[in-house]
Protein backbone atom coordinates (compact mmCIF):
# COMPACT_ATOMS: atom_id res chain seq x y z
CA UNK A 1 0.00 0.00 0.00
CA UNK A 2 1.48 3.30 -0.83
CA UNK A 3 1.60 6.80 0.28
CA UNK A 4 -1.09 7.81 -2.60
CA UNK A 5 -3.25 5.08 -2.42
CA UNK A 6 -4.07 4.70 1.59
CA UNK A 7 -7.20 7.07 1.93
CA UNK A 8 -9.84 6.82 4.71
CA UNK A 9 -13.03 7.39 3.06
CA UNK A 10 -15.40 9.77 5.25
CA UNK A 11 -18.66 11.30 5.02
CA UNK A 12 -17.69 14.22 4.15
CA UNK A 13 -14.22 13.15 1.98
CA UNK A 14 -10.97 11.10 2.11
CA UNK A 15 -8.75 11.96 5.05
CA UNK A 16 -4.83 11.25 5.41
CA UNK A 17 -3.21 9.95 7.83
CA UNK A 18 0.30 11.36 9.27
CA UNK A 19 2.52 9.02 11.11
CA UNK A 20 5.54 8.78 13.21
CA UNK A 21 7.34 6.56 15.18
CA UNK A 22 9.14 6.27 18.61
CA UNK A 23 11.12 3.83 18.68
CA UNK A 24 12.80 2.30 22.18
CA UNK A 25 15.29 -0.16 21.02
CA UNK A 26 17.29 -1.65 24.61
CA UNK A 27 21.21 -1.69 23.49
CA UNK A 28 22.90 -4.99 23.62
CA UNK A 29 25.26 -4.20 26.47
CA UNK A 30 25.80 -6.48 29.49
CA UNK A 31 25.45 -4.04 31.92
CA UNK A 32 23.02 -1.29 32.39
CA UNK A 33 23.97 2.67 31.18
CA UNK A 34 25.17 4.54 34.27
CA UNK A 35 25.96 1.24 36.60
CA UNK A 36 27.05 -2.10 36.44
CA UNK A 37 23.79 -4.40 36.70
CA UNK A 38 23.21 -7.01 34.27
CA UNK A 39 20.38 -6.19 32.12
CA UNK A 40 19.64 -10.24 31.30
CA UNK A 41 16.29 -11.05 30.50
CA UNK A 42 14.27 -13.28 32.98
CA UNK A 43 15.31 -12.95 35.99
CA UNK A 44 13.56 -12.70 39.20
CA UNK A 45 12.00 -9.65 40.13
CA UNK A 46 14.64 -6.56 42.01
CA UNK A 47 18.04 -9.87 41.48
CA UNK A 48 19.16 -6.88 38.73
CA UNK A 49 19.27 -3.83 40.55
CA UNK A 50 22.75 -1.68 41.55
CA UNK A 51 22.34 1.28 44.42
CA UNK A 52 22.74 3.58 41.38
CA UNK A 53 19.46 2.09 39.79
CA UNK A 54 17.63 2.19 43.38
CA UNK A 55 18.57 5.59 43.26
CA UNK A 56 20.34 5.26 47.04
CA UNK A 57 21.40 8.60 48.13
CA UNK A 58 25.10 9.87 46.91
CA UNK A 59 25.39 6.88 44.16
CA UNK A 60 26.33 8.57 41.17
CA UNK A 61 25.88 7.52 37.68
CA UNK A 62 28.85 6.50 35.53
CA UNK A 63 27.97 6.51 31.72
CA UNK A 64 28.74 3.09 30.04
CA UNK A 65 31.16 3.20 27.32
CA UNK A 66 29.63 0.03 25.52
CA UNK A 67 26.42 1.38 25.32
CA UNK A 68 27.45 4.85 23.24
CA UNK A 69 29.32 2.90 21.25
CA UNK A 70 26.38 0.40 20.02
CA UNK A 71 24.60 4.14 19.44
CA UNK A 72 26.78 5.43 17.57
CA UNK A 73 27.33 2.75 15.10
CA UNK A 74 23.33 2.65 14.84
CA UNK A 75 23.45 6.29 14.05
CA UNK A 76 26.67 5.90 11.35
CA UNK A 77 24.43 2.69 9.85
CA UNK A 78 21.55 4.85 8.95
CA UNK A 79 23.85 8.06 8.09
CA UNK A 80 22.89 9.73 10.92
CA UNK A 81 24.54 12.94 11.79
CA UNK A 82 26.95 12.23 14.79
CA UNK A 83 27.15 14.52 17.22
CA UNK A 84 30.75 14.75 18.67
CA UNK A 85 29.33 16.66 21.66
CA UNK A 86 26.44 15.41 23.46
CA UNK A 87 24.84 16.48 26.76
CA UNK A 88 22.54 14.00 29.38
CA UNK A 89 19.57 15.78 30.99
CA UNK A 90 17.03 15.18 33.30
CA UNK A 91 13.37 14.46 32.45
CA UNK A 92 11.03 15.23 35.77
CA UNK A 93 8.33 13.21 36.38
CA UNK A 94 6.90 11.53 39.46
CA UNK A 95 5.88 7.25 39.06
CA UNK A 96 6.36 4.55 41.11
CA UNK A 97 8.61 2.68 38.80
CA UNK A 98 11.28 5.72 38.73
CA UNK A 99 12.87 5.97 41.83
CA UNK A 100 15.20 8.85 41.24
CA UNK A 101 11.86 11.16 40.10
CA UNK A 102 13.84 11.62 37.02
CA UNK A 103 14.81 9.87 33.92
CA UNK A 104 18.30 10.73 32.36
CA UNK A 105 18.00 11.31 29.04
CA UNK A 106 18.79 13.45 26.16
CA UNK A 107 16.83 16.85 24.61
CA UNK A 108 18.61 19.51 23.84
CA UNK A 109 21.91 17.93 22.62
CA UNK A 110 21.41 14.12 21.40
CA UNK A 111 24.05 11.83 20.60
CA UNK A 112 22.81 11.17 16.82
CA UNK A 113 21.08 13.87 14.87
CA UNK A 114 19.53 13.44 11.34
CA UNK A 115 19.46 10.30 9.20
CA UNK A 116 17.13 7.93 7.22
CA UNK A 117 16.13 4.70 6.51
CA UNK A 118 14.62 3.72 3.39
CA UNK A 119 11.92 0.91 2.86
CA UNK A 120 10.58 -1.26 0.35
CA UNK A 121 6.90 -0.87 -0.05
CA UNK A 122 5.92 -4.08 -1.90
CA UNK A 123 8.14 -7.16 -0.86
CA UNK A 124 7.83 -9.65 -3.17
CA UNK A 125 9.65 -6.80 -5.22
CA UNK A 126 11.63 -5.07 -3.54
CA UNK A 127 13.22 -2.70 -6.50
CA UNK A 128 9.74 -1.85 -7.08
CA UNK A 129 8.85 0.92 -5.44
CA UNK A 130 10.92 2.61 -1.82
CA UNK A 131 10.24 5.44 0.40
CA UNK A 132 12.87 7.20 2.42
CA UNK A 133 11.54 8.27 6.00
CA UNK A 134 13.77 10.78 7.46
CA UNK A 135 14.75 10.19 10.98
CA UNK A 136 15.19 13.22 13.04
CA UNK A 137 17.34 11.80 16.46
CA UNK A 138 18.82 8.89 18.31
CA UNK A 139 19.08 9.85 21.90
CA UNK A 140 20.40 7.73 24.89
CA UNK A 141 18.27 7.09 28.17
CA UNK A 142 17.72 4.86 30.99
CA UNK A 143 14.56 2.67 30.93
CA UNK A 144 11.94 2.91 33.98
CA UNK A 145 11.09 -0.03 36.11
CA UNK A 146 7.98 -2.13 36.15
CA UNK A 147 4.77 -2.66 37.89
CA UNK A 148 3.58 -5.43 38.63
CA UNK A 149 -0.65 -5.74 39.07
CA UNK A 150 -0.84 -9.37 39.02
CA UNK A 151 1.01 -10.51 42.21
CA UNK A 152 -1.10 -9.50 45.22
CA UNK A 153 -5.24 -8.76 44.86
CA UNK A 154 -5.23 -5.28 46.50
CA UNK A 155 -1.02 -3.87 46.14
CA UNK A 156 1.06 -3.50 43.51
CA UNK A 157 4.74 -4.56 43.32
CA UNK A 158 7.68 -2.30 41.86
CA UNK A 159 10.44 -4.57 39.98
CA UNK A 160 13.39 -2.34 39.36
CA UNK A 161 15.28 -4.93 37.20
CA UNK A 162 14.77 -3.11 33.96
CA UNK A 163 15.55 0.68 35.80
CA UNK A 164 18.37 1.76 34.20
CA UNK A 165 19.01 -0.08 31.42
CA UNK A 166 19.95 1.82 28.30
CA UNK A 167 17.74 2.79 25.31
CA UNK A 168 18.20 4.37 22.35
CA UNK A 169 15.22 6.38 21.40
CA UNK A 170 14.66 6.89 17.44
CA UNK A 171 12.82 9.28 16.42
CA UNK A 172 11.52 9.52 13.01
CA UNK A 173 9.57 12.44 11.50
CA UNK A 174 6.45 12.19 10.43
CA UNK A 175 6.86 10.53 6.80
CA UNK A 176 4.68 7.56 7.07
CA UNK A 177 1.13 7.87 5.29
CA UNK A 178 -0.13 4.31 5.88
CA UNK A 179 -0.12 1.10 8.69
CA UNK A 180 1.65 -0.63 5.98
CA UNK A 181 4.43 2.10 5.60
CA UNK A 182 4.82 2.26 9.13
CA UNK A 183 5.22 -1.80 9.66
CA UNK A 184 7.48 -1.76 6.64
CA UNK A 185 9.69 1.03 8.50
CA UNK A 186 9.54 -0.88 11.74
CA UNK A 187 10.76 -4.21 10.21
CA UNK A 188 13.75 -2.71 8.56
CA UNK A 189 14.65 -0.95 11.32
CA UNK A 190 14.58 -3.76 13.55
CA UNK A 191 16.31 -5.67 10.54
CA UNK A 192 19.47 -2.68 10.42
CA UNK A 193 19.51 -3.17 14.59
CA UNK A 194 20.00 -6.53 14.29
CA UNK A 195 22.67 -6.63 11.66
CA UNK A 196 24.32 -4.26 13.79
CA UNK A 197 24.18 -5.36 16.60
CA UNK A 198 23.03 -2.86 18.46
CA UNK A 199 19.71 -4.21 19.86
CA UNK A 200 18.21 -7.77 19.32
CA UNK A 201 14.77 -6.29 18.23
CA UNK A 202 12.54 -9.24 20.18
CA UNK A 203 9.58 -7.05 20.64
CA UNK A 204 7.69 -10.03 22.54
CA UNK A 205 10.47 -9.51 25.21
CA UNK A 206 10.02 -5.81 25.45
CA UNK A 207 13.81 -4.87 24.02
CA UNK A 208 11.78 -2.92 21.05
CA UNK A 209 8.93 -1.02 21.39
CA UNK A 210 7.22 2.08 19.91
CA UNK A 211 5.47 4.65 20.69
CA UNK A 212 2.64 5.65 17.83
CA UNK A 213 2.15 9.20 17.09
CA UNK A 214 -1.00 9.57 14.52
CA UNK A 215 -2.86 12.45 13.42
CA UNK A 216 -5.25 12.88 10.56
CA UNK A 217 -5.88 15.85 7.87
CA UNK A 218 -7.58 16.44 4.81
CA UNK A 219 -4.92 15.94 1.78
CA UNK A 220 -3.22 19.16 1.19
CA UNK A 221 -4.17 20.82 4.84
CA UNK A 222 -1.76 21.42 7.66
CA UNK A 223 -1.18 18.32 10.05
CA UNK A 224 -3.74 18.15 12.39
CA UNK A 225 -3.55 17.28 16.33
CA UNK A 226 -1.56 14.17 17.26
CA UNK A 227 -1.91 11.49 19.71
CA UNK A 228 0.70 9.06 21.05
CA UNK A 229 -0.17 5.76 21.55
CA UNK A 230 2.43 3.93 24.04
CA UNK A 231 4.46 1.25 23.91
CA UNK A 232 3.25 -0.91 21.26
CA UNK A 233 5.34 -4.16 20.81
CA UNK A 234 4.52 -5.61 17.76
CA UNK A 235 4.85 -4.86 14.01
CA UNK A 236 1.50 -6.19 13.95
CA UNK A 237 -0.18 -4.37 16.70
CA UNK A 238 1.65 -1.41 15.18
CA UNK A 239 -0.19 -1.07 12.26
CA UNK A 240 -3.27 -2.45 13.74
CA UNK A 241 -3.39 0.59 16.30
CA UNK A 242 -2.38 3.13 13.07
CA UNK A 243 -5.24 1.75 11.52
CA UNK A 244 -7.82 2.11 14.63
CA UNK A 245 -7.02 5.03 15.95
CA UNK A 246 -7.13 7.22 12.43
CA UNK A 247 -10.44 5.76 12.02
CA UNK A 248 -11.42 7.11 15.37
CA UNK A 249 -9.94 10.51 14.62
CA UNK A 250 -11.91 10.82 11.41
CA UNK A 251 -14.85 9.51 13.14
CA UNK A 252 -14.05 12.05 15.91
CA UNK A 253 -13.97 15.43 13.28
CA UNK A 254 -16.85 14.62 11.18
CA UNK A 255 -19.35 14.78 14.11
CA UNK A 256 -17.93 17.94 14.64
CA UNK A 257 -15.95 17.17 17.79
CA UNK A 258 -12.12 17.99 18.12
CA UNK A 259 -8.61 15.57 18.32
CA UNK A 260 -7.50 15.80 22.39
CA UNK A 261 -3.45 15.82 22.62
CA UNK A 262 -3.16 12.83 24.40
CA UNK A 263 -1.61 9.92 25.41
CA UNK A 264 -3.62 6.62 24.85
CA UNK A 265 -2.68 2.97 25.14
CA UNK A 266 -3.57 -0.06 22.41
CA UNK A 267 -6.02 -2.93 23.91
CA UNK A 268 -5.13 -5.99 20.97
CA UNK A 269 -7.87 -8.02 22.53
CA UNK A 270 -10.50 -5.08 21.55
CA UNK A 271 -8.22 -4.13 18.53
CA UNK A 272 -8.70 -0.60 20.34
CA UNK A 273 -6.71 2.93 21.75
CA UNK A 274 -8.05 4.26 25.22
CA UNK A 275 -7.11 7.35 26.48
CA UNK A 276 -4.27 7.16 29.21
CA UNK A 277 -3.68 10.96 29.84
CA UNK A 278 -3.56 14.24 28.54
CA UNK A 279 -0.20 14.57 26.42
CA UNK A 280 2.71 16.56 28.15
CA UNK A 281 5.25 18.82 25.99
CA UNK A 282 8.38 19.17 26.84
CA UNK A 283 8.56 22.11 29.30
CA UNK A 284 5.85 20.23 31.71
CA UNK A 285 8.85 17.92 32.19
CA UNK A 286 11.03 20.66 33.45
CA UNK A 287 14.23 19.50 31.56
CA UNK A 288 17.53 20.60 32.32
CA UNK A 289 21.13 19.33 32.23
CA UNK A 290 22.17 16.71 34.77
CA UNK A 291 24.76 17.94 37.27
CA UNK A 292 26.49 14.49 37.79
CA UNK A 293 27.30 14.15 34.23
CA UNK A 294 29.83 15.77 32.00
CA UNK A 295 29.07 16.30 28.42
CA UNK A 296 29.73 13.31 25.69
CA UNK A 297 32.97 14.21 23.69
CA UNK A 298 33.50 12.13 21.22
CA UNK A 299 37.13 11.86 19.47
CA UNK A 300 38.32 10.56 16.36
CA UNK A 301 39.86 6.82 17.41
CA UNK A 302 36.81 6.35 18.96
CA UNK A 303 34.53 7.43 15.99
CA UNK A 304 36.97 5.26 13.80
CA UNK A 305 36.87 2.36 15.18
CA UNK A 306 32.65 2.43 15.46
CA UNK A 307 32.96 2.81 11.82
CA UNK A 308 35.25 -0.24 11.28
CA UNK A 309 33.48 -2.35 13.21
CA UNK A 310 29.77 -2.19 11.20
CA UNK A 311 28.88 -5.23 9.03
CA UNK A 312 28.05 -5.07 5.58
CA UNK A 313 24.71 -3.66 6.15
CA UNK A 314 20.95 -5.12 4.47
CA UNK A 315 20.63 -2.87 1.49
CA UNK A 316 24.63 -3.06 0.30
CA UNK A 317 23.99 -7.08 0.85
CA UNK A 318 20.92 -7.64 -1.01
CA UNK A 319 22.33 -5.34 -3.80
CA UNK A 320 25.72 -7.64 -3.80
CA UNK A 321 23.57 -10.81 -3.75
CA UNK A 322 21.76 -9.26 -6.90
CA UNK A 323 25.03 -8.21 -9.34
CA UNK A 324 27.17 -10.52 -7.85
CA UNK A 325 25.26 -13.64 -7.07
CA UNK A 326 22.86 -13.31 -9.71
CA UNK A 327 19.85 -13.74 -7.24
CA UNK A 328 16.47 -12.63 -8.21
CA UNK A 329 15.25 -9.50 -6.20
CA UNK A 330 12.75 -11.40 -4.29
CA UNK A 331 15.30 -14.13 -3.67
CA UNK A 332 17.99 -11.34 -2.28
CA UNK A 333 15.25 -9.58 -0.52
CA UNK A 334 14.30 -12.65 1.59
CA UNK A 335 17.77 -13.56 2.12
CA UNK A 336 19.08 -10.32 3.73
CA UNK A 337 15.91 -9.59 6.07
CA UNK A 338 17.07 -11.22 8.71
CA UNK A 339 21.76 -11.15 10.14
CA UNK A 340 20.78 -14.85 10.99
CA UNK A 341 19.22 -16.18 7.50
CA UNK A 342 22.00 -13.86 5.60
CA UNK A 343 24.87 -15.60 7.45
CA UNK A 344 23.62 -18.90 7.40
CA UNK A 345 23.07 -18.60 3.69
CA UNK A 346 26.76 -17.19 3.04
CA UNK A 347 28.13 -20.79 5.16
CA UNK A 348 26.03 -22.90 3.06
CA UNK A 349 27.13 -20.38 0.10
CA UNK A 350 31.09 -21.45 1.03
CA UNK A 351 30.55 -25.18 1.62
CA UNK A 352 28.60 -25.35 -1.98
CA UNK A 353 31.70 -23.99 -3.52
CA UNK A 354 33.86 -26.24 -1.92
CA UNK A 355 31.90 -28.94 -2.50
CA UNK A 356 31.16 -28.76 -6.10
CA UNK A 357 34.82 -26.97 -6.86
CA UNK A 358 32.98 -23.86 -8.37
CA UNK A 359 32.82 -20.56 -7.47
CA UNK A 360 30.20 -19.17 -5.07
CA UNK A 361 28.80 -17.01 -7.91
CA UNK A 362 27.80 -20.29 -10.02
CA UNK A 363 26.39 -22.10 -7.10
CA UNK A 364 24.40 -19.88 -5.53
CA UNK A 365 21.15 -19.80 -7.06
CA UNK A 366 20.65 -23.70 -6.31
CA UNK A 367 21.69 -22.96 -2.92
CA UNK A 368 19.19 -20.04 -2.74
CA UNK A 369 16.33 -22.21 -4.24
CA UNK A 370 17.35 -25.15 -2.01
CA UNK A 371 17.42 -22.88 1.56
CA UNK A 372 14.10 -20.91 0.71
CA UNK A 373 11.99 -23.90 -0.57
CA UNK A 374 13.00 -27.05 0.78
CA UNK A 375 15.21 -25.74 4.12
CA UNK A 376 12.51 -23.24 4.75
CA UNK A 377 9.52 -25.17 4.26
CA UNK A 378 11.07 -28.19 6.88
CA UNK A 379 12.13 -25.35 9.72
CA UNK A 380 8.54 -23.61 9.38
CA UNK A 381 6.98 -27.62 10.01
CA UNK A 382 9.46 -28.24 12.98
CA UNK A 383 8.85 -24.71 14.35
CA UNK A 384 12.72 -23.92 14.40
CA UNK A 385 14.58 -21.14 13.27
CA UNK A 386 17.57 -21.23 11.08
CA UNK A 387 19.95 -21.41 13.60
CA UNK A 388 18.32 -24.26 15.36
CA UNK A 389 18.58 -26.05 11.96
CA UNK A 390 19.12 -29.73 12.07
CA UNK A 391 20.47 -29.72 9.18
CA UNK A 392 23.87 -28.23 9.21
CA UNK A 393 25.45 -26.08 5.88
CA UNK A 394 27.73 -29.10 5.01
CA UNK A 395 25.31 -31.58 4.74
CA UNK A 396 22.99 -29.21 2.65
CA UNK A 397 25.57 -28.74 0.26
CA UNK A 398 26.50 -32.50 0.21
CA UNK A 399 23.02 -32.51 -1.03
CA UNK A 400 22.96 -30.04 -3.34
CA UNK A 401 26.00 -31.58 -5.19
CA UNK A 402 24.87 -34.57 -5.82
CA UNK A 403 22.10 -32.90 -7.42
CA UNK A 404 24.37 -30.97 -9.48
CA UNK A 405 26.63 -33.59 -10.71
CA UNK A 406 23.76 -35.54 -12.02
CA UNK A 407 24.17 -38.52 -8.50
CA UNK A 408 20.10 -38.19 -7.85
CA UNK A 409 17.56 -35.99 -9.52
CA UNK A 410 15.77 -33.43 -7.42
CA UNK A 411 12.66 -35.63 -7.27
CA UNK A 412 14.59 -37.81 -5.29
CA UNK A 413 16.60 -35.48 -3.42
CA UNK A 414 13.65 -34.08 -1.77
CA UNK A 415 12.89 -37.86 -0.26
CA UNK A 416 16.99 -37.63 0.64
CA UNK A 417 16.26 -34.61 2.70
CA UNK A 418 13.31 -36.44 4.48
CA UNK A 419 15.15 -38.95 5.67
CA UNK A 420 18.04 -36.12 6.70
CA UNK A 421 15.34 -34.52 9.25
CA UNK A 422 14.65 -38.01 10.74
CA UNK A 423 17.96 -39.61 10.80
CA UNK A 424 20.22 -36.83 10.69
CA UNK A 425 22.67 -39.48 8.14
CA UNK A 426 24.16 -37.25 5.55
CA UNK A 427 23.14 -37.37 2.04
CA UNK A 428 25.65 -39.54 0.22
CA UNK A 429 25.21 -42.37 2.81
CA UNK A 430 21.37 -42.30 2.22
CA UNK A 431 21.87 -42.24 -1.41
CA UNK A 432 24.22 -45.38 -1.48
CA UNK A 433 22.40 -47.08 1.23
CA UNK A 434 19.10 -47.34 -0.67
CA UNK A 435 19.70 -47.35 -4.01
CA UNK A 436 18.79 -43.83 -4.79
CA UNK A 437 21.35 -43.19 -7.47
CA UNK A 438 19.88 -41.83 -10.54
CA UNK A 439 20.32 -43.70 -14.04
CA UNK A 440 22.12 -42.51 -16.80
CA UNK A 441 21.40 -45.90 -18.69
CA UNK A 442 19.94 -45.69 -21.95
CA UNK A 443 18.82 -48.85 -22.19
CA UNK A 444 16.40 -48.75 -19.26
CA UNK A 445 15.05 -45.68 -19.71
CA UNK A 446 14.45 -46.52 -23.04
CA UNK A 447 12.57 -49.47 -22.12
CA UNK A 448 10.84 -47.84 -19.30
CA UNK A 449 9.58 -45.28 -22.63
CA UNK A 450 8.36 -48.25 -24.34
CA UNK A 451 6.14 -49.22 -21.89
CA UNK A 452 4.65 -46.34 -20.97
CA UNK A 453 3.95 -45.07 -24.84
CA UNK A 454 2.33 -49.01 -25.28
CA UNK A 455 0.19 -48.46 -22.10
CA UNK A 456 -1.04 -44.62 -23.60
CA UNK A 457 -1.19 -45.49 -27.28
CA UNK A 458 -4.19 -43.25 -27.50
CA UNK A 459 -2.49 -40.29 -26.16
CA UNK A 460 0.70 -41.27 -28.25
CA UNK A 461 -1.80 -40.65 -31.30
CA UNK A 462 -2.84 -37.18 -29.47
CA UNK A 463 0.30 -36.35 -29.59
CA UNK A 464 1.34 -36.98 -33.00
CA UNK A 465 -2.05 -34.87 -33.84
CA UNK A 466 -0.60 -31.89 -32.53
CA UNK A 467 -1.27 -31.95 -28.85
CA UNK A 468 2.22 -31.36 -28.00
CA UNK A 469 1.27 -30.45 -24.07
CA UNK A 470 1.26 -34.20 -23.80
CA UNK A 471 5.04 -34.56 -23.77
CA UNK A 472 4.77 -33.51 -19.91
CA UNK A 473 2.92 -35.90 -19.48
CA UNK A 474 4.84 -38.86 -21.02
CA UNK A 475 7.72 -37.09 -18.52
CA UNK A 476 6.22 -37.76 -15.49
CA UNK A 477 5.02 -41.24 -16.22
CA UNK A 478 8.26 -42.35 -17.44
CA UNK A 479 9.67 -40.77 -13.69
CA UNK A 480 7.34 -42.72 -12.48
CA UNK A 481 7.89 -46.33 -13.55
CA UNK A 482 11.60 -45.77 -12.88
CA UNK A 483 10.49 -44.62 -9.59
CA UNK A 484 12.19 -41.10 -9.93
CA UNK A 485 15.69 -42.39 -10.68
CA UNK A 486 15.78 -41.56 -14.35
CA UNK A 487 17.92 -38.84 -15.72
CA UNK A 488 15.74 -35.91 -16.39
CA UNK A 489 17.66 -34.64 -19.65
CA UNK A 490 18.07 -38.54 -20.71
CA UNK A 491 14.74 -39.06 -20.11
CA UNK A 492 13.42 -35.56 -22.08
CA UNK A 493 15.87 -36.15 -24.80
CA UNK A 494 14.70 -40.00 -25.11
CA UNK A 495 11.37 -40.00 -25.16
CA UNK A 496 11.60 -37.06 -28.18
CA UNK A 497 12.82 -39.37 -30.11
CA UNK A 498 11.01 -42.04 -29.21
CA UNK A 499 7.48 -39.95 -30.18
CA UNK A 500 9.16 -39.30 -33.43
CA UNK A 501 9.80 -42.26 -34.90
Not at 177 to 193: C, D, F, H, V
Not at 205 to 232: I, Q
Not at 288 to 317: H, N, Q, V
Not at 460 to 472: D, N, P
Request: proline share 4%.
Amino acid sequence: MTESTYRIQGATGEWEVVIGLEVHAQVTSNAKLFSGAATAFGAEPNAQVSLVDAAMPGMLPVPNKECIRQAVRTGMAIGAQINRWSRFDRKNYFYADLPQGYQISQLYHPLVGEGAVEISLDEKNPDAQTKTIGIERIHVEQDAGKLMHDQHPTMSYVDLNRSGVALMEIVSRPDMRSPAEAGAYLKKLRTILRYVGSCDGNMEEGSMRADVNVSVRKPGDEFGTRTETKNVNSVRYVMAAIEHEANRQVDVLESGGTIVQETRLYDPDRNETRSMRSKEDAHDYRYFPDPDLLPLELDDAFLDECKASLPELPDAKRKRYETELGLSAYNAAVLTAEAETARWFEGLLAECAKAQGKPEAEVAKAAANWLLSELYGALNRLGKTIDDSPVSQAAGAELIALVADGTISGTIAKQVFEIMLETGEPAGKIVEERGLKQTSDTGAIDAAIAKVLADNADKVEQYKGGKEALFGFFVGQTMKAMQGKGNPQLVNAQLKKALSE
